[in-house]
């Protein structure tokens, strides 16, 4: 069964760090495009980043490029988006997700149909 465990998320100040993880299990992670969404209140999903690990691929939205840095582990079937000078406008629930065998990016949310339970991240002061 097909399942992801996204931890990590919490309380953090402006200019602070968290690292995601997400855990997957019933597939080999390695074999798919994994990207990372967040919904902020009130917002539409964003896709922030994905990767695809056969090519090294990786996409950033703008939002985060140069602050969030996303990564996997494949012995640990495990995908982290380490994120750095978080700003209050990064408010959100993250989720990690499954995308096709092939790349895709992080913007073509329709592309990602497996969804883990996301956690919630919140800059504030």
């Known amino acids: 069964q097909l399942q992801f465990v996204e931890s990590g998320g919490g309380l953090v100040q402006p200019g602070g760090s968290l690292r995601l993880s997400c855990a997957a299990s019933?597939?080999?992670?390695?074999?798919?495009?994994i990207g990372w969404f967040r919904q902020a209140p009130g917002k539409e999903h964003e896709g922030v980043s994905c990767t695809f690990s056969s090519d090294g691929t990786t996409y950033y939205a703008d939002s985060v490029k140069g602050r969030f840095t996303i990564s996997r582990d494949n012995a640990k079937n495990t995908v982290y988006l380490q994120m750095n000078n978080l700003r209050p406008e990064d408010t959100a629930v993250y989720y990690c997700?499954?995308?096709?065998?092939?790349?895709?990016?992080?913007?073509?949310?329709?592309?990602?149909?497996?969804w883990g339970q996301g956690t919630q991240v919140t800059v504030s002061s």
């Open positions: 019933g597939f080999i992670l390695d074999y798919y495009s």
């Open positions: 997700a499954r995308g096709p065998r092939v790349y895709r990016p992080a913007d073509d949310r329709a592309a990602y149909p497996y």
